[in-house]
Nanobody, 121 residues
Framework: QVQLVESGGGLVQPGGSLRLSCTVS????????MGWYRQAPGKERDLVAT???????NYADSVKGRFTISRDSATNTMYLQMNSLKPEDTAVYYC???????????????WGQGTQVTVPS
């Protein structure tokens, strides 16, 4: 069974840094695109950054120049390096992976459990 396990959230002062990790485990055929999303209290879940299996990443305008998404195919792990954090970055961060579970099968969406990032004002 495919699982996405996140780590790295926490409380950080404005201007500080955090690195989130998301590791995919279980049996699967292939991981396609991966991404990070976030949801602040009372708001919808928004895209933060995505990274394809090959090619360039994509970022929300609000995090460009501050956040960096990367992935390590050898360990099936995706990272989000967050620098210059602001109070408006406070949210639950979710990792997402588009995974083909079986050879020739359809792609499915998988989500992590979420990790809280808090930047006090």
């Amino acid at each position: 069974q495919v699982q996405l396990v996140e780590s790295g959230g926490g409380l950080v002062q404005p201007g500080g840094s955090l690195r989130l990790s998301c590791t995919v485990s279980g049996g699967f055929f292939r991981i396609n695109a991966m991404g990070w999303y976030r949801q602040a209290p009372g708001k919808e879940r928004d895209l933060v950054a995505t990274i394809p299996s090959r090619g360039s990443p994509n970022y929300a305008d609000s995090v460009k120049g501050r956040f960096t998404i990367s992935r390590d195919s050898a360990t099936n792990t995706m990272y989000l390096q967050m620098n210059s954090l602001k109070p408006e970055d406070t949210a639950v961060y979710y990792c997402n992976a588009k995974i083909v579970p079986h050879y020739m099968g359809p792609q499915d969406d998988y989500w992590g459990q979420g990790t809280q990032v808090t930047v006090p004002s």
